[in-house]
């Protein structure tokens, strides 16, 4: 849920609360100040009426705002209450107010009745009401839609900043810049951040640049030392076993380091450039390169390749997936095994024979995981292919299915 909607919720809440509450009290005061100006004017004209029959004069008779009765005894039904009265002109009942009083007056107990209408006060309360509330509604659509979203465009648009920053980048970041004191400490402190952030990365790829080129050279050097020795008719046959052993353990050492060095390129997303890539094109020139390889163990590929399938990406790492999960299911097939390579139109899958499902298939795509123990494997082949597909938005996953491994890379995510 984004921030401004969870304010906002917080603040339909609480004004709803507020505009009830508010409501309710509001009515309570209106009906009470406008009851206590009609009871005025009731008492008022009760006054009047009295005086009126004490002078002498007729009794005022307007049914049913005033109403003159001569009674015999007192009775107790006297104040102020509501009432209903039957409008013969309405045909309706209408509520009305009404004071009723038994004043003795020169001997004779008149019964004293004065009313008015309850209608006009209930309108003036409701179109009040009616007013408030609409007001309230507009204020709050206004603060919704211009004064949040206001508020919060300074957070959006450095949100926006930081998801278009790289840091392959050579200039820094640029936030714009607001009144809003939060915002502008968060510009300050974001600044700051990528800044050693940029610092930091260009430290570590200048050190892994260096260190790679410099484990390359003694490398190259123990190799052509071996190489010299090895071609030596003086060596011996148990000398030569064990410098077989160090210049494998060199050629192994070799090939740790650039796989690193690939892994760290790929991390600090060196591979900037991107292009519409055929991935068909890049499985038949796989399969032609590594032919020897399964030549060697009589294998069989297989390919079924659906319509050219195209990926907007780097073409190195395209062609340094689709080799490793081809090699992957080289190193793991038996001779003379079928592996399969299939292409639809948003994914590819690699598959080869198997007598089991691999165990912990949850860690198969960390760095150093090896499959049966496999002495020729570096373990980081299906990292790298992890790693391309992290950068590039894509997934990759495993599957044991009808006695074959699977591994399906989906490019639409």
């Known amino acids: 849920m984004k921030l401004l909607d969870k304010n906002n919720r917080i603040f339909i809440r609480f004004t709803a609360a507020l505009l009830l509450f508010g409501s309710v009290l509001f009515y309570i005061t209106v009906n009470y100040i406008t009851r206590s100006e009609i009871d005025e004017k009731l008492e008022v004209s009760q006054q009047r009426a009295i005086s009126f029959i004490q002078n002498g004069q007729p009794a005022p008779q307007f049914s049913p705002i005033v109403e003159v009765q001569i009674i015999s005894e007192k009775t107790t039904s006297t104040g102020y209450s509501d009432t209903m009265v039957y409008d013969p002109i309405e045909k309706e009942d209408e509520s009305y107010r009404q004071l009723i009083s038994e004043e003795n007056i020169n001997g004779k107990i008149y019964r004293i009745t004065n009313r008015t209408s309850l209608l006009e006060s209930e309108d003036l309360i409701l179109a009040i009401g009616g007013c408030t509330s609409a007001l309230a509604l507009l204020l709050f659509a206004w603060m919704y839609s211009r004064s949040s979203k206001r508020m919060w465009e300074p957070f959006q648009r450095h949100l926006d900043a930081l998801r278009q920053f790289s840091l392959a980048q050579n200039e820094p970041i640029t936030l714009a810049s607001s009144k809003i004191t939060e915002f502008e400490e968060l510009r300050t402190a974001l600044q700051q951040l990528t800044e050693k952030v940029r610092a930091d990365y260009r430290n570590l790829k200048e050190f892994t640049e260096n ?16 190489e010299y020795l090895i071609e030596n008719e003086a060596v011996s046959g148990e000398q030569m076993a064990t410098l077989g052993t160090v210049y ?20 600090n997303q060196q591979f900037g450039e991107r292009s ?8 038949r020139e796989q399969v032609e390169m590594l032919g020897e390889l399964t030549d060697s163990k009589n294998l069989q590929l297989r390919t079924e390749l659906a319509n050219d399938l195209k990926v907007n990406a780097n073409q190195a790492l395209v062609e340094i997936l689709v080799k490793n999960l081809l090699e992957n299911a080289i190193r793991y097939s038996q001779p003379n095994d ?10 590819i899958t690699f598959s080869n024979p198997g007598k089991a499902a691999i165990e912990q298939p949850d860690r198969l795509f960390g760095r150093f995981q090896k499959q049966n123990n496999n002495g020729t494997s570096l373990g980081l082949g299906l990292a790298i292919v992890k790693k391309i597909c992290e950068v590039n938005g894509w997934q990759v996953g495993y599957e044991y299915r009808e006695g074959r491994h699977e591994f399906t890379v989906i490019f639409s995510c």
């Open 248 to 267: 494998e353990a060199a050629n192994r050492l070799s090939r740790l380091n650039q796989s690193l060095l690939l892994l760290t390129k790929i991390e």
């Open 211 to 226: 260190a790679s080129h410099e484990i390359q050279t003694p490398l190259a050097i123990i190799r052509s030392k071996i």
């Open 338 to 347: 079928a592996i399969f390579i299939k292409t639809a139109t948003e994914n």
């Open 276 to 283: 519409p890539v055929s991935v068909n094109t890049i499985i």
